[in-house]
C-alpha cells in the first residue's frame, strides 16, 4: 500500500520513510507505523510538499511525541515530523522567535542565557514550540498565550501567513487553530532579566517536577485536562484510579493524572485504562474528564 501512495508524492529534498515505526518517537514508546513518515528538510521543503500532494491523502503532523498517542494499527497517509530545519531560535532584544521544532525546555534555557524572563515555565513542558501553540501550553500560572506576540502558519495548500493571538482563539489548553495549519515558528515577548536569577527559578522548577512527577518513566505528561477549578489527579485520586492498571499500562503512584507504560504496554492498554479511568471518575464526581493527550491512529 506505502508503494503505490509513494508513486502521489511529490519529489522532496527530505526524506520519506514507508512503514516508519512510530514508536520509537513518541515518549509512551508504542503504536504503530506510519503508512509514510516525511521529514522535510525545511521550511521551502515543506511548503513544496503540501503545494503538490494530492489532497485526498491525510497529513498528520508530529512534533517530539511527548503529548501523543499512537494507536496500534498505525497512522494512514503522510506523517510529517519536523527536525533539524524548523528547530532555531532567535533572541533580538526582549523578543523571542523559535522554529516549531525547537524544544519548550530548549526554549527556556537558551532565553536564560541571554537575560531574557518570562520563559522559566517552558522547562517544566516537555514537547515543541509548535505543539505548545496549538494547546495553548501552560505550566506554574502561566500559558504560551501571555507572551505570544505572533506564530508563522502553513495550511494545508502550502501557503504562510502570520497569526496574532486573538486569531487563535486561545482558552485553557487549547486553540482554534485549524487542524490545516502547521505552526512553524513563533515570536513571544520576554522581560529583561539577570541569568543567574532566572537560572535559579529554572532550578527550582526542574526540582519541583522531578519530585511531583514520573520524568523517568514512559510517559505523555497529563492525561486530561483539568476540568477548572478542579484538579484531574484529585479526581482520579478520589475515583479510587492511582496505581490502577491494565496488561503493561498503569496510573503512576506518584501523580496519578499520569499514564506510564511499565514496558510491556499497548497503546490499546494505555487508551483503554484511561477510559477505564474517566467512566470511574464520571460515577464517582460526575466530572467527565477531557482528554490533553492527543490520539492519533486507526481505531
Known amino acids: ?74 497512522v494512514r497517509g503522510v506523517v510529517i515530523k519536523l527536525g533539524k530545519g524548523f528547530n532555531d531560535i532567535r533572541v533580538e532584544g526582549t523578543t523571542l522567535t523559535a522554529g516549531a521544532a525547537a524544544l519548550d525546555r530548549t526554549v527556556a534555557l537558551e532565553s536564560a542565557e541571554r537575560g531574557l524572563s518570562g520563559f522559566e515555565y517552558f522547562v517544566g513542558i516537555p514537547g515543541t514550540i509548535g505543539g505548545a501553540i496549538r494547546m495553548n501550553a501552560g505550566a506554574y500560572g502561566q500559558e504560551v498565550k501571555d507572551h505570544l506576540i505572533s506564530c508563522e502558519v502553513i495550511n494545508r495548500s502550502g501557503e504562510r501567513s502570520t497569526k496574532m493571538p486573538l486569531q487563535l482563539g486561545f482558552t485553557y489548553r487549547s486553540s482554534t487553530l485549524s487542524a ?34 514520573p520524568v523517568r518513566s514512559r510517559t505523555g505528561g497529563s492525561t486530561f485536562k483539568n476540568p477548572l477549578p478542579q484538579k484531574a489527579w484529585e479526581l482520579i485520586d478520589e475515583a479510587g484510579c492511582r496505581g490502577l492498571t491494565k496488561g503493561g499500562a498503569q496510573i503512576s ?46 481505531l
Open 253 to 298: 503512584e506518584k501523580h496519578c493524572n499520569f499514564l506510564i507504560n511499565t514496558g510491556t504496554a499497548t497503546s490499546a492498554d494505555l487508551e483503554s485504562l484511561a477510559e477505564d479511568v474517566r467512566l470511574r471518575v464520571k460515577e464517582k464526581t460526575g466530572v467527565s474528564l477531557q482528554w490533553e493527550i492527543k490520539r492519533i491512529g486507526v
Open 1 to 74: 500500500m506505502e508503494k503505490n501512495l509513494l508513486n502521489y508524492l511529490p519529489q522532496v529534498r527530505g526524506r520519506y520513510q514507508p512503514q516508519a515505526p512510530l514508536g520509537p518517537q513518541v515518549w509512551f514508546r508504542s503504536g504503530g507505523p506510519a503508512e509514510i513518515l516525511f521529514k522535510p528538510e525545511d521550511i521551502a521543503d515543506l511548503e513544496h510538499f503540501l503545494k503538490h500532494i494530492p489532497p485526498s491523502i491525510p497529513v498528520t503532523v508530529i512534533g517530539v511525541g511527548s503529548n501523543l498517542l499512537v494507536r496500534d494499527k498505525g
Open 180 to 213: 490545516d495549519d502547521i505552526v512553524i515558528s513563533a515570536t513571544f515577548q520576554g522581560t529583561p532579566g539577570t541569568p543567574s536569577t532566572i537560572h535559579a527559578r529554572l532550578s527550582k522548577i526542574m526540582a519541583e517536577r522531578e519530585a511531583t512527577q
